[in-house]
């Protein structure tokens, strides 16, 4: 599952996967607290008129718009809304966040998030099968709503399992626009925006379903549609809506908060106080979020005898003669064979995917209609974890490329492993030759210092060791990210692991996300098109790995991660004895040993 925001209307009304909108202080609050309130029947509408048409058939609706209109309403107001009667169904009529909404139609799925839900929806796109388009509603306005880009780059940070939400707030708060929209907004701006700011306080996540009538019927995540008003001529009244229940003063139990002061200070303590009223629930609901991101959803069921990788591991006569022809080929006469391989692997479906714990760091936008070029650069070393991804990638309809490096380490097992894999696979294989002599202050490259050999359980205790290569997997990635702008790739996957690992600092989401940051502000490919750079290992324990592995297909007897070299692994470093573990907890035999 991919996380991309939207960077034009075009992309949202293109997508057709999981699309969620955002207009943190109108339109997605104000929906969040009607539901919150127990309203069974909340409709959406972009266009005046169609509110005027509607009202004069169905008068017992409340109205909260945004634009002026000749029947009895109140502003599209988190606050209004907040205090609304549960038993009376509602509208909404806003700009920017229902102009949104309605150009997502072709999305399978349409959700409605904001800082108010923000959790709760992070927690949803977390289980997503799908990928997910972020839309701030901002896109259909002014570049001035500048709290929706604000929500959405937190929220997908967020279902990386980085950030936080009140880094945003922090960032909102120092902008102008807070200043106009707390002094020039509408008159409940304060109200609304203590609302709109208190983290997750409305745990809905509103989904959005398009009535043929012409307006959309939204309703909780995880419920029935309506169908009623989905299907309903606009002459009829659905049975089940309520007649109008004046609403009584034990019902509005959200009592109206103290304006803030309009000064530079007044603003700074108003958002102050909101970011200290979520201090203790952020701490445990990242540590809750935390949690599910280290839980894997493969299960140790064997692998279908019809698995979507067989025909790339089953080498047809064509494919042998290629594999055998591919060292005096030049890169154009190999490209034939690597379309090839990339033909006989049926790309997975979202209803078939395999899992992972996938995280993504994007600058990209999304491609219209909903698809991307899917042409990714694999940074493979011919170990478990790279295999394993260049076969998740390929599983996923990836056009790949192999990126293999050579940096002077003691021993060629992985190379000659990744040749042999490359090869039997078809695909186009990159060998690149480092020479960086002040490589050798490393055990992994000097063949003179003694590897680690410490226990399994004291792996994590022992800070950064020997083994680390000065600033590799930054070396690995500026060298994908040459090789993406060349050959017009829009993706490069890597197999880095956060969960069971030595302690590599290149190896955290954090300096993912930073690299990716840097590729798509300093690449041709990045700054015109947006590229992303996968890491389907990143929240997966070794033993997870083994499992999806298994799952994949993948031919342990070739891959290579001992870093002692010789026949046979030496069972003593770290990277032997994490292998080992993942193997045992899976119930998997490692075909290496054989």
Known sequence: ?????????GECEQWTDVTVVVDVLRTSTTLCALLARGKKTVLGFDKAEDVTAFTSRHADFEVYSEQKLSVSHEDDSPYAASRASGRTPALVLSNEGMKALFAAKNASTVLVGGFCNFYTLADVLANMDKDVLLVPASLYG???????????????????????????IVEFNNTMRCVEFLKQGPKNAEKDAKIAFKVDDLKVVPQV??????????YPYGTQAPEA????????????????????????????PKPAENT??????????????????????????????GESKVDNAPAPAEDLLDAALKKTPARAAASSESSAQTPAQQQPAAKAAAADVEPISGQQAVPSAEVTFSGKSAVFGGKAKKKAIVLFSGGLDST?????????????????????????????????????LGIKHHMITLNLPWLSCCSLVDKNQVLPDVALEDIPKEGIPSTYVPGRNLMFLSIAGSLLDAIHADTIIAGPNAIDFSGYP?????????AADALNRGTKMGVTEGIEVLAPLMRMSKTDIV?????????????????AGGKKPCGHCDSCKLRAKGFAEAGVHDTSLD
């Open 388 to 424: 394993t991804c260049l076969y998740w990638a390929l599983a996923h309809g990836y056009e790949c490329e192999a990126l293999t490096v050579s940096y002077g380490q003691r021993h060629d097992r992985e190379v000659l492993a990744a040749q042999m894999i490359a090869r039997n």
């Open 506 to 514: 290149d190896c955290t989401p954090a300096f993912f996300k930073a």
């Open 547 to 563: 499992r999806l592995a298994a799952k994949l297909k993948v031919p342990f007897e070739l891959t290579w991660s001992c870093y």
């Open 264 to 293: 530079k200070s007044g603003l700074k303590s108003f958002f102050s106080g909101i970011l200290n009223t979520v201090k203790e629930e952020k701490r445990e609901l990242e540590q809750e979020i935390a949690n599910s991101f």
């Open 229 to 256: 008003w989905l299907v309903t001529k606009p002459a009829e009244q659905p049975a089940d809506v309520p007649a109008q229940t004046p609403v009584s003063a034990t019902q509005e139990t959200v009592s109206a």
């Open 1 to 9: 599952m991919s996380v991309l925001i939207a960077k034009t209307a």
């Open 142 to 168: 002014t570049a001035d709503s500048v709290e929706d880009g604000f929500c959405v780059s937190a929220l997908k940070d967020c279902v990386q399992g980085i950030g936080n939400p009140e880094d945003a």
């Open 209 to 218: 379903s398009f009535s043929d009538q012409g307006y959309a019927v939204c």
